[in-house]
């Protein structure tokens, strides 16, 4: 199965929806979310507080399926591989696509052991070392605590926390890193040294990104998403991608009212 | 600034009873804790001071003799320190497992809520279950119980020294035994506090890189849990060591050493239950001798416990 997963590393389209709804029990929390994701770009995801654009970041390395009334319907395809289709191991796909989350979340564990975690699970033969200072080099950590390896995780500021929880996404080597929301809980200037990096990442890998952060998608990524959300008659907040293109053309000639409306901070 | 009350304006000066008031409270919860602290203290020195005649006579051989004679005044308590040690051990040896999987499988989220809770709750029942009601149910229950899986065992495997003598009803194990289940409640309720005090990003951490759910508890959840896991077990060691009524009903009170776990035995607690009520003169020095060995052993345990939580204490 692994191999079926790493074989469909091909397509210069790394996901795509085919309307896709996501429910948590009777609730449709996400509707109808077709899109494309490219390889080596960097997509963000915009929108209001509970429009769903976390829910359809989880989608894609499947960890909501650990939430137990969580079902979907519709498509998503990773390359040309269904991710949801039954054969398919939601362990597996989450080795090969990787998570940042919201609040830097190290392991209480050494620096050394929280980046050799991910490649001792898959059962790493080479050079650890070498592998824990090439992860950490590419955070752009490598440089703050290469004389304290054996520090606690948990003991690093909040902005090393985050670079380390991405040095420790990216010693897997994965095919795409989901980011949700990863400067949300960080100072001004952790979050341009993290952004920094995001331009450097993608290089290797195809990011995703969810954030509340208009400037940081506008400055950081190459193609947005504009969520929206809308109550029905009972009350029920569903959300749905109001538009999605190049983010220049989100940011300066949006094609929905709404989106003019939140890009220019009039809501949201 | 003025002590007397303002006139007009609003009152922003606090009045001279509220500040009585505040500096009687400290007083007052102080004199609590040092009391508490003192009681401890006036406990250990009386225990000392009693003890101190048969210190005197035995020295540290009264730790090394295993010969409790009161008609000839020489006392050892060996065989009890050895009994309060083994049964312990196999208390732990049982119950740690046990109650770390209990705790584990109530942390996760196999069960329903609603079905999760009661058995939570039944769990620590156990805990509140008076220790002579255990020492009736041993008596009548878990020693008719237990005598032919002892007997079995010294049938089959007579040539292990844990298992040489046969089983008379009462013994070292039944009060292993016993202490297991009382001591399981403990483990099993501190350990599942401290594994669900883990914060559910670490492990959301540990899923997004693929772990399986094994790899996760085993690998991040419980060495994140293990500072709290070690309090619980060395707390319940505590409670091992010093528990008296439902040993001394089903240990068989005897002053002999074997190491054969199947042999009656005793321990520095029932000892001291048994003894208390006829002693006189050198016997009651020696009591105080056994129980501030006790004392100390407990007191050993809880330190090392205070020390262990530190150590490794989860740093957030």
Same mark, same amino acid.
């Given at each position: 199965m692994a191999s079926e997963l790493q074989s469909a590393r091909? =397509?210069? =389209?790394?996901f795509r929806t085919e309307n896709l709804n996501i429910y948590y029990g009777d609730f449709?929390?996400?509707?109808d979310i077709s899109i494309e994701i490219p390889k080596n770009k960097i997509t963000a995801f915009i929108g209001p507080s509970g429009c769903g654009k976390s829910t359809v970041l989880r989608c894609f390395n499947r960890l909501n399926d650990l939430i137990k009334s969580f079902h979907l319907d519709g498509k998503l395809f990773y390359h040309d591989q269904?991710?949801?289709?039954?054969?398919?191991?939601p362990v597996e796909v989450r080795r090969q696509i990787g998570m940042v989350f919201q609040k830097p979340n190290p392991f209480p564990k050494s620096i050394y052991d929280n980046v050799a975690f991910g490649p001792r699970l898959l059962g790493y033969k080479g050079d650890m070392d070498e592998l824990v200072e090439r992860s950490l080099k590419q955070a752009a950590l490598w440089d703050d605590i290469k004389d304290k390896l054996k520090a606690m995780g948990t003991d690093l500021s909040g902005g090393q926390q985050q670079r380390l929880c991405i040095a420790r996404a990216i010693a897997v080597q994965p095919d795409v890193i989901l980011m949700d929301e990863p400067c949300s809980a960080l100072d001004p200037i952790s979050t341009l040294k993290v952004e920094d990096l995001l331009q450097e990442l993608k290089e290797k890998y195809t990011i995703l990104i969810v954030t509340h952060n208009m400037q940081q998608a506008s400055r950081a990524s190459d193609r947005t998403a504009f969520f929206n959300v809308e109550a029905n008659a009972k009350g029920q907040r569903t959300g749905y991608i109001v538009e999605y293109d190049r983010t220049e053309v989100i940011f300066q000639s949006p094609k929905e009212q709404a989106t003019q409306a939140y890009v220019s901070g009039r809501f949201g | 600034m003025a002590t007397s009350p303002s006139q007009t304006a609003m009152p922003t000066e606090r009045s001279q009873s509220s500040r009585v008031l505040d500096k009687a409270f400290v007083w007052l919860t102080g004199a609590f804790a040092i009391g508490v602290g003192f009681v401890l203290l006036a406990i250990a020195f009386r225990v000392g001071t009693d003890a101190l005649p048969a210190i005197q006579k035995f020295g540290l051989s009264f730790l090394t003799t295993s010969r409790w004679s009161v008609n000839d005044e020489v006392f050892g308590a060996l065989t009890q320190i050895y009994g309060t040690l083994v049964t312990s051990f196999i208390a732990l040896l049982i119950a740690v497992p046990i109650g770390i999987g209990v705790a584990l499988f109530l942390s996760e989220d196999y069960l329903p809520p609603r079905i999760k809770q009661p058995v939570v709750f039944l769990i620590e029942l156990l805990a509140a279950i008076p220790s002579v009601v255990y020492g009736l149910w041993g008596i009548f229950v878990l020693i008719p119980l237990l005598k032919p899986f002892g007997i079995w065992l010294n049938t089959n495997f007579g040539w292990i020294p844990l298992f040489s003598t046969a089983p008379s009803g009462p013994g070292i194990y039944v009060a292993g035994i016993i202490l297991s289940i009382m001591i399981l409640p403990i483990i099993a309720a501190i350990s599942r506090d401290s594994l669900v005090a883990v914060p559910a990003e670490i492990r959301q951490a540990a899923y997004g890189l693929g772990a399986t759910r094994w790899e996760t508890i085993f690998q991040v959840i419980l060495p994140a849990a293990f500072s709290g896991i070690v309090g619980g077990i060395m707390l319940a060691l505590g409670r091992a060591m010093g528990e008296t009524m439902a040993v001394t009903m089903v240990?068989?009170?005897?002053n002999s050493i074997s190491p054969s776990i199947l042999s009656q035995g005793s321990t520095v607690s029932s000892l001291l239950a048994n003894q208390f009520a006829e002693a006189g003169g050198l016997q009651v020095s020696s009591l105080m001798y056994a129980a501030l060995i006790l004392f100390g052993l407990t007191l050993v345990v809880n330190v090392l416990a205070e020390i262990i939580v530190r150590r490794f204490s989860l740093k957030l």
């Open positions: 091909k =397509t210069e =389209t790394v449709l929390a996400v509707r269904d991710l949801y289709a039954p054969e398919i191991d | 240990i068989g009170n005897s």
